[in-house]
Every structure is written in C-alpha cells, then in structure tokens.
C-alpha cells in the first residue's frame, strides 16, 4: 500500500508542477543530484564601468565566448516597457521569522534574514548558479595562483548608504569584525589570516591554508561589506549601513523589517521602491493576505492552501531546496550519545509517511542516506538508507541506555514541527516517550547552545560548494548542531579543502558522505519543495536552489 500511495504522489506531484506552469510560475533550473557543475574558475575579472557581472570577452579570467552568459549581481526576469509598476511591494516571507538583522549576530542565521542582507549589503563576488562560476560584484577583477593568496582590484565608483566612498580599508575592516562576532560571518571569513589594503581599490588577502572553497564562502549575503566610519560613529545603528540597493528603515524584530531604494546604488536601480518584508505566523494568514492583495508573494503559503491559486490571477512558482530536511542527534547527550538509541530512532521512522504529512505533492522523499544539499558538487548517491523495521527498532533499543526517559524534539518551522510530531508518534510504537518543543528561529539558536538538548528536526545548510560541509561535519561548525565530530571526518575535511584537482576531492567529499551515515550524527527524510505564490503582474524574483541566496531586488509589480 505504501508503494501504491508513494508512486500516486508521484503522479499528482508531477501534475502540480505542471499546472504552476501554465499558470504562469517559473522554475530555477536546479541541477540534480550527481550532476555537479565543472569547478569555476579562481580568477575573475570585469570592466569597472560596466554592469556588475558583465564581465569583458577580451578581460583576465573571463568566459569563453562560447560559454553562457552569467548573470552575477544583475537583477533577473527584467520587466516589460511600457507599464505601470507599483512603487511598493509587500512580502509574506518563509517559515524562519527575522529576529536580528546584523551579520555579526548568531541570531541572524536564518534564512529570510539572509534575503535582508542580500538587500542593503554588497559582497566582493557572488555565484552564478546556472553558469556556475563566480561573478564580480564589489570586486572587479580577482586573481590567485596558489589558493593562499589572492589580490582584489575593487569598484571605484561605490558609496556607502551615509555617503561615504567604498574602499579596500572598509573590507579589512570588516574581516577585522568578523574575527569576533559569534555570527556565521565569523567562519566564512575565518581562513583569512591577513587582509592588507595595497591602495584604496586593491586589496590582498593571505589565508591560513590552501583553501579551494574560498570564493564560495565569500560569495555568501553574510559576508557583505560594512562601513568602518558609520560603526565607528555609531556602534549598534553604523552596523546597517551597506553599499547595496536598499536601505534598512524600518524593524520590529519577529514581525517585519521594511527597506527602501537606495536611489544612488552603483549598480542596476531597482523598479521597486520600496519593500516590507512580513513574517506571518499563521498559515491560512498568509493565503488571505494574497487573495485580499494585502500582499503580492508569499513565501510560506501552506501546501493545503495552493488550489486556491491555480488560475489566471495568481503564479506559483515551485522551487526545490537545496537544504534535505533531516535530524540531528545531540552527539554529548548520554542518550542521543548511544549508537543502538539512534538506530532504533532510524528503524522506527517511516520516512515516506513524514514527507506525505508534512508536504503532500510538494515532499520528494530521499532515496540515499546522505546528508548533503539537493545542489551540492560531489553529492554521494550510493550512501545506504536504514529501512523502517520496527522490530529491529526494538532491538536496538533493547541494547540502548534509554529506561524511559522524555525525548524533546525540536523545531521552528511549520513544516518541521508537523515532522516531529510524525516523528513522536511512530517513537511511541517502539516504547520511546518523546514531546515537541515548538520555537522560533531565537529559540532554535539557544538549543544548538543547550548540551542537555536530544535532537532537533531542521533543513541542513548547504550551498553549492561541497566546502560548506565543514560548518555540517566539522568541530565548532556553525551548521553543527549535535556536536558532531570524527578526526577522520575533519581530516578528510581539511585534506578535501586543499585539494585542487576535482576527480581527487569528489572522492574525498564522497567518503566523508559514507562515514558520516555510519556515524549517524543525522538522519535524512525528504527534500521540500516551496510554491512561492505570486499575484498577478509580479516578477523579478531571483529563486535559486540555495534559498540562502534568494533575490528580491529585482522584484517588480505591475498594475497597469
């Protein structure tokens, strides 16, 4: 019956993604498991003149001719001529609420902050998905020999949102911070040694080691430049201040943050001019909101609610994410410590039921045990799943530590909540007592933190780079958050970063993938697909794989 039931879903997930189509939605091309991109280059370069990403056919490290053409910080779907646009846009963002907007801050490591930060702060380069090579952004050209060093030629012609000139000092500058926020910008920038500015545009950086993924660890929207004059003058509101295409005006923590166009942006001007981004708690608030035009996009529309906008008035947008949706066992936990408790936790989970509840048509389950982004370079196709076996569940637990204890599952968004409480059921099938803790984004941080804590059900942090393991597997890793750690694991890790021939790291990344499924630190389920729901005229929207990385600065209304 099961099989039955999976291979229908299969069918009506098919037919939904089709029926979003014609209905106007558009898709990412997002690149399957296995078929990874070819490594981009180290060097880049680009006329400081041009458009961002635009870089010249005749320039140092640029494309080939016949290669395609990459799209770097430009704002994508570029709306018609000719129309009337809206001059403000309302967005009901995802599951994760914004509690911080401070890239120094732990508790800005949630996914719709990130979109914040892509707004008001600019990096050195960005990653082009769909070419899949880097771009330049506030760096124009960048070169390396070694993946130890590397010199940046930087824009001339960037200020500041309070007015002040961009240059090479504001980048130390914020390497210098970095050092010693707790925030995940601290261990992107964490293989920086020096950071020397040669000039006020040329800027030279020495890492601790050879470091292939460097490129991809800057490219992220935490790792935008700060001003060093702004934060100086004023501490806790200079932190805001960025070089990008919106300016931070508004923020009432957990509930909205509003951003207006920074109307003298270096770069491609935004239609838009000005944006409120909503966290709405309730789901069926969030269709409402759409169908009342309250709202133009929703990033949280709940699954049950998506028949609603099948039609002409309305676009969905169906986007798989790069995250797999997974648990993590608190690995210095004496319970969640013990070998025989996670495998009877693995046993007794029916994956396929977890997806079917929480996502329906819009949950693919997972057919390989790892844990890797669905996007990810040098994903390991061959890791084993557990099966769903209730008697060995039993066994294991037999041989367990556990006499009965309350197991606390924890999660922040909907979609994990709903799984846990799948999860706490088919526990209670083998005699295991679990409860649910139900939090926001502020209270799943303090769990990472709590060494008393048994496990937590979240999507794993990925980007494209298969470097972003180490903040997953490594000791200390922002994304860590059992305390995982295997010496062989995080030498593998640290081999893999200094490894510059891609056939030699796929395979390395490869065994770090099986070793870590023995280890069983984590346990996968499903990856989840997201309908973003748009009204009629909207586009703009820049929706890549990697939800870290989406884009609204190009997102544009029309209603006339």
């Known amino acids: 019956m099961k099989k039955i039931l999976a291979i229908i879903v299969a069918i009506v997930m098919c037919l939904a993604l089709t029926a979003a189509c014609n209905s106007g939605g558009s898709t990412s091309d997002n690149t399957a498991p296995g078929n990874t991109p070819a490594a981009p280059d180290a060097s880049q370069s680009a006329s400081p003149s041009n458009t961002p990403g635009a870089a010249p056919s005749n320039a140092p490290g640029a494309m080939p001719s016949n290669a395609p053409a990459g799209s770097g910080d430009d704002m994508t779907q570029a709306a018609p001529e000719g129309v009337k646009y809206a001059e403000h846009v309302e967005v009901i963002i995802d599951n994760n609420r914004i509690s911080v907007v401070n890239p120094m801050s732990g508790g800005s490591n949630a996914t719709s902050t990130y979109w914040v930060m892509t707004m008001i702060y600019d990096k050195l380069v960005t990653y082009d998905e769909e070419a899949a090579r880097f771009e330049p952004v506030l760096a124009t050209h960048w070169e390396t020999t ?55 545009y040329k800027l030279e950086l020495v890492l601790n080691g050879v470091n292939v993924d460097f490129l991809m660890n800057i490219s992220q929207p935490v790792t935008g430049i700060l001003n060093k004059k702004a934060i100086d003058a004023d501490h806790e509101n200079g932190i805001y201040i960025g070089t990008g295409a919106f300016i931070y005006t508004d923020f009432l923590s957990n509930e909205y943050v509003t951003l207006v166009r920074n109307d003298n942006y270096w770069g491609v001007m935004p239609i838009t001019k000005s944006m409120t ?79 079917i509840v929480c996502s329906g048509e819009w949950g693919a389950f997972l057919d390989d045990g790892a844990i890797w982004g669905f996007a990810t370079e040098f994903r390991n196709s061959n890791v084993p799943t557990i099966p769903h076996d209730l008697a060995l569940a039993k066994e294991y637990l037999a041989k367990s530590s556990y ?74 890793g922002g994304n860590n958050r059992g305390s995982y750690e295997n010496p062989e694991v995080t030498k593998l890790l640290t081999e893999a970063a200094a490894t510059t ?46 939800t870290l990385q989406t884009d609204l600065r190009g997102v544009f209304w029309i209603i006339d």
């Open 146 to 200: 070694d993946y130890k060093t590397f010199v940046f030629d930087l824009r001339e012609d960037v200020y500041f949102h309070n007015g002040e000139h961009f240059t090479a000092t504001d980048v130390v500058y914020t390497i210098d911070m970095a050092r010693d926020a707790e925030g995940t910008m601290k261990s992107q920038w964490a293989p920086v040694e020096t950071a020397t500015a040669l000039g006020d």
């Open 277 to 355: 981004l909503h966290y709405i708690p309730e789901v069926a608030t969030r269709a409402l909101m759409i169908l009342n035009n309250e709202a133009q996009v929703s990033f949280g529309t709940g699954v049950e609610d998506y028949d609603l906008f099948r039609n002409d008035d309305y676009s969905i947008f169906p986007l798989t994410m790069n995250n797999c949706q997974a648990i993590s066992f608190n690995m210095i936990n004496p319970i969640t410590s013990d070998y025989n408790f996670r495998m009877a936790v693995a046993h007794a989970m029916d994956r396929e039921e977890i997806s």
């Open 403 to 476: 006499k009965g204890e309350t197991i606390e599952i924890t999660a922040s968004i909907i979609t994990n909540v709903k799984a846990s409480e799948v999860l706490q059921s088919q526990l209670a099938d083998i005699g295991i007592n679990a409860t649910v803790n139900a939090t926001d984004s502020a209270g799943m941080l303090a769990k990472y933190f709590d060494t008393g804590h048994h496990i937590i059900c979240n999507g794993i942090p990925f980007t494209y780079a298969a470097g972003s393991a180490r903040q997953v597997f490594g000791p200390g």
């Open 501 to 546: 021939d891609a056939a030699a790291r796929s395979e390395l990344y490869k065994e770090i993938q099986m070793l870590v499924n023995e280890d069983l630190p984590f346990i996968n389920i499903f990856w989840r697909m997201n309908g973003i729901v748009g009204v009629k005229g909207l586009g703009g929207l820049k929706l890549p794989s990697d």
